[in-house]
């Protein structure tokens, strides 16, 4: 039995009853930018959210942009963000002139340490970027405290949490506004590339829709520089019917996390991921911890079982960003973290058979590690 890192096609074959009708009408009126699809998704996905406002954006890294430049971050200004993440949320500062200032995560969940954010704290900071990384929720009962201190903004990169609570609420819903991707493997993806900003500011709210249709809210009348970040109405209309199933998409996450749990406690010398005390995480990646991880990766890879690795580089150590100066050793938490971070199959439709035979391919490979004695 081959098991995919990731099954997109279990997904769209549950909808697509409902969403090809839509495209048809669609394809027939020619409606493609905007409408009552995307209308229905921002105010569906702010309803479930718990927030005043939804813009619907292009991707999760021009979300990201249009949050900062939304709340005024303006070239030299710096962001405090973890060094664990995706490229993006690093990328969408410097697209702007930003500095990203990265701090390192705690050694249980690899979220940002909120102990780590305060010393980096200069006078050019202006937003700490909180990532809700692997479907958990940041420590923001812990970050917002720190925010308010110092007078900062809170921007959440919430691209891999729909869905997900913490203390403070549900991930996407807690700073002053907060950044999503829809990308087809997120736990609530389109069908292609797709984003959105969440916030109760309406100000806010206002300066992204008009930032991103090219600084206008009215035809050919600019207010600003702006991009061109819109949401497409086909996929709004696939986003729509999967957030009618996010919740039970989740919960079968939450349980497939639990089945792994108990399959893999009695496997030696693999660390399982656990969930911080008031979260109720969404299992976007299923990531444990090993050694040789890049040998026990090409052994389950060659078994037909599909790995990743996110993410083999913390950010401070990629080519992009060797310009601001970091070295190896300044994040020790992440830079470990990073040569044994190994994330398993993880998706909604995933069977229990399917991680059974993970579990022993897994254990057959690290098996395969062990020193022969005599």
């Known amino acids: 039995m081959r098991v995919p890192f990731l099954d997109l096609a279990s997904q769209q074959a549950e909808i697509a009853d409902e969403v090809l009708p839509v495209w048809r009408r669609q394809l027939e009126s020619a409606s493609f930018i905007g409408g009552p699809e995307v209308d229905a998704f921002e105010r569906e996905f702010a309803e479930y959210m718990g927030v005043e406002h939804v813009v619907g954006v292009s991707n999760g890294t021009d979300a990201l942009e249009l949050a900062y430049r939304a709340v005024g971050v303006q070239p030299g200004d710096e962001i405090i963000m973890p060094a664990n993440t995706f490229i993006a949320t690093a990328e969408a500062a410097s697209r702007l002139g930003a500095v990203p200032v990265f701090v390192d995560v705690d050694g249980e969940h690899l979220l940002i340490d909120p102990d780590a954010i305060e010393a980096a704290i200069t006078e050019r900071t202006r937003v700490i970027a909180p ?94 520089v702006g991009m061109n970040a819109r949401l497409d109405a086909v996929q709004a209309t696939v986003l729509r019917a999967k957030l009618r199933r996010l919740d039970a998409w989740n919960e079968a996450r939450r349980a497939a996390a639990n089945r792994y749990a108990m399959l893999l406690a009695a496997v030696q010398g693999v660390r399982l991921p656990t969930e911080r005390h008031g979260n109720a995480d969404v299992w976007h990646l299923y990531v444990i911890r090993v050694e040789e991880r890049d040998r026990l990766a090409a052994d389950l890879t060659a078994a037909g079982i599909g790995v990743g690795i996110h993410y083999p580089t913390p950010i401070h150590l990629t080519e992009a960003y060797t310009a601001l100066g970091y070295r190896r050793g300044q994040f020790p938490v992440a830079e470990a973290a990073a040569d044994r971070i190994l994330s398993l199959p993880m998706f909604p439709h995933l069977t229990e058979a399917q991680q059974q035979r993970v579990v022993r391919a897994l254990q057959q490979a690290m098996q395969r590690a062990l020193p022969v004695t005599s």
Not at 132 to 158: C, K, M, N, S
Not at 174 to 196: E, H, M, Q
């Open 131 to 224: 990532v809700h990384l692997f479907g958990q929720t940041a420590p923001l009962d812990r970050i917002a405290p720190i925010a308010e201190r110092h007078g900062l903004v809170v921007v959440e990169d919430a691209a891999q949490s729909q869905g997900a609570t913490g203390q403070s609420g549900r991930a996407g819903s807690i700073g002053r506004v907060a950044a999503t991707s829809f990308y087809p493997g997120k736990n609530l993806g389109a069908a292609g590339d797709a984003g959105a900003i969440m916030t109760n500011d309406s100000e806010i709210a206002h300066v992204v829709r008009n930032l991103g249709g090219h600084g206008s809210s009215v035809k050919y009348v600019h207010d600003r």
